[in-house]
């Protein structure tokens, strides 16, 4: 397992932006998906966006494409999701997680580390 820990959640009027950042401890992650997941007051949690550490290659939720913006920092090991055009119904609470091998990277029960989470509010 590797220890996660995001950061940049806040309270932001809609159509405004936001950077959550999630800082991975493993020395290397190239064997990695990490996945950005929220989850709503009475809400299931929801995949949002994922990237292959590997290959660069990202992946997103219908409603946040265009929106959400997935890059990783190699030397930091750190990935960040640019939110921007933000939606009320964006507000949630917002969790990174990783794992290695994963079969359906949509599905929250393929990972097996996860962070804190942090709020992101969107205030119409």
């Known amino acids: 397992q590797v220890q996660l820990a995001e950061s940049g959640g806040g309270l932001v009027q809609a159509g405004g932006s936001l950077r959550l950042s999630c800082a991975a401890s493993?020395?290397?992650?190239?064997?990695?998906?990490i996945g950005w997941f929220r989850q709503a007051p009475g809400k299931e949690r929801e995949f949002v966006g994922a990237?292959?550490?590997?290959?660069?290659?990202?992946d997103y939720l219908d409603s946040v494409k265009g929106r959400f913006f997935i890059s990783r920092d190699n030397i930091k090991n750190v990935e960040n999701m640019r939110m921007t055009s933000l939606k009320p119904e964006d507000t949630a609470v917002y969790y990174c997680a990783a794992a290695v091998g994963i079969l359906n990277y949509r599905s929250p029960d393929d990972y097996d580390s996860w962070g804190q989470g942090t709020q992101v509010t969107v205030s119409s």
């Open positions: 493993a020395r290397a992650l190239s064997r990695y998906i």
């Open positions: 990237v292959d550490w590997n290959s660069g290659t990202t």
